[in-house]
């Protein structure tokens, strides 16, 4: 069973950078059939789409993030990440990575997502 | 950029009642068109992708329908597990947009 696990800290402070990692297991990132990909939801609020990353490193971004968002792949750790520079409280948000499966519009694992609050 | 439009925003039904939700894209999105829950405290779940093709393990109930511009969620026969928040979401043009979401409330 594929299980996907973000990681990183809770609570940034304005203008720092937000870093987050997703690790998965039960499966290779590597594969071609695939994005991985970084959604996030502020509280009480809907999914925005952040971006994804393709096994061989490709990315697509939000074009409302691009200028600020970063997502790399280690396929050695079977992980990506997410750099978000330059936070507000605007990017308070539960920030999920998710499993892309590129035949279908689908993203069909998620992880748990993990709370990043953005305060001094 | 591709927006969403889910209709209602707020739907209150009973149990064993049938429920339709809408999502209304601002362009052709041709089928490429998939549905979420999402309950409190939690990721969203897969329901329908490609506008029509049900996720493995989605009870019969759940059915998508539509292509072009407009689609539609139906839950056949609501159970008290179905009461949630619904999205739909794109993938035909970047960048991936979801709905704003339809909440679907005990009656």
């Known amino acids: 069973q594929l299980r996907l696990q973000e990681s990183g800290p809770g609570l940034v402070k304005p203008s720092e950078t937000l870093s987050l990692t997703c690790t998965v297991s039960?499966?290779?990132?590597?594969?071609?059939?695939?994005?991985w990909g970084w959604i996030r939801q502020p509280p009480g609020k809907g999914l925005e789409w952040i971006g994804y990353i393709y096994y061989s490193g490709s990315t697509y971004y939000n074009p409302s993030l691009k200028s600020r968002v970063t997502i790399s792949i280690d396929t050695s750790k079977n992980q990506f990440s997410l750099k978000l520079s330059s936070v507000t409280a605007a990017d308070t948000a539960v920030y999920f990575c998710a499993r892309d499966l590129k035949q279908l519009v689908s993203l069909d694992y998620w992880g748990q997502g993990t709370l990043v609050t953005v305060s001094s | 950029e591709i927006v969403l439009t889910q209709s209602p925003a707020t739907l209150s039904l009973s149990p064993g009642e049938r429920a339709t939700l809408s999502c209304r894209a601002s362009?052709?999105?041709?089928?490429?068109i998939a549905w979420y829950q999402q309950k409190p405290g939690q990721a969203p779940r897969l329901l329908i992708s490609?506008?029509?093709n049900r996720a493995t393990g989605i009870p019969a109930r759940f059915s998508g329908s539509g292509s072009g511009t407009d689609f539609t969620l139906t839950i056949s026969s609501l159970e008290p597990e179905d009461f949630a928040v619904y999205y739909c979401?794109?993938?035909?043009?970047?960048?991936?947009?979801f709905g704003e979401g339809t909440r679907l409330e005990i009656k």
């Open positions: 039960g499966g290779s990132i590597s594969s071609s059939d695939y994005f």
């Open positions: 490609d506008a029509s």
């Open positions: 362009q052709s999105v041709s089928v490429y």
């Open positions: 979401q794109q993938r035909s043009y970047w960048p991936i947009t």
